[in-house]
């Protein structure tokens, strides 16, 4: 088991920036992702990495945007987001699971991450 808090979200212009922190409670998992949901939308897969590898996944609407990122010594894991569009609305959830769910171009789904956080909102205006 893993607690998983997410902090950081919030209300901005688009163009603007935020960043995302997620805090687990322990080490053992070591895929750690961001996921985002829309009203009305399924969860969708945003960044993931492997802790100590390079292995790292964005997905596409907000590869060049965004930057995943982990400070080890605290077990947070962080999503640095710039140029934000109001399509980037949603309660953004931070994930963790086995090396597994790192694996290839299937670690955007759902189903391969074992522990979610509760989430928090990002909200992007025009």
């Known amino acids: 088991q893993v607690q998983l808090v997410e902090s950081g979200g919030g209300s901005v212009p688009a163009g603007g920036s935020l960043r995302l922190s997620c805090a687990a409670s322990s080490s053992t998992y070591r895929c750690m992702g961001w996921f985002r949901q829309a009203p009305g939308q399924e969860r969708e897969g945003v960044a993931a990495l492997l802790i100590d590898s390079p292995i790292i996944h964005y997905d596409d609407s907000v590869r060049g945007r965004s930057t995943i990122s982990k400070d080890g010594a605290k077990n947070t894991v962080y999503l640095q987001m710039n140029s934000l569009k109001p399509e980037d609305t949603a309660t953004y959830y931070c994930?963790?699971?086995?090396?597994?769910?790192?694996?290839?171009?299937?670690?955007?789904?759902?189903?391969?991450?074992?522990?979610w956080g509760q989430g928090t909102q990002v909200t992007v205006s025009s």
């Open positions: 994930a963790a699971g086995y090396a597994t769910s790192c694996y290839g171009e299937g670690w955007s789904a759902v189903g391969k991450w074992p522990y």
